[in-house]
């Protein structure tokens, strides 16, 4: 199984989104600090999970979501309340 993550930073009201086979470890990576793009931001927390059957599926939803300024703004709301 491939998933879509999404983590929301509260310090900084940030969101990052992502594919991934293994979303725990994938966490532990971001809150390490082992994820340039994240690393600044820490702590992060899980708020949403998508499963999909294969990588090309998790993928193509990840980018819908990183281009659709409207399912940014909709995550961002619902999360960071």
Do not use: C, W
């Not at 990576?29 to 600044?40: D, I, M, P, R, Y």
């Amino acid at each position: 199984m491939y998933y879509v993550y999404i983590l929301f930073s509260s310090p900084s009201s940030r969101l990052y989104i992502g594919s991934s086979q293994d979303v725990t470890r994938r966490l532990a990576e971001h809150n390490a600090g082992n994820v340039s793009s994240t690393k600044a931001y820490r702590p992060y927390t899980l708020v949403h999970v998508e499963e999909y059957s294969t990588k090309t599926e998790a993928r193509k939803r990840e980018m819908q979501i990183k281009k659709s300024g409207l399912l940014r703004k909709q995550f961002k709301e619902r999360y960071s309340t």
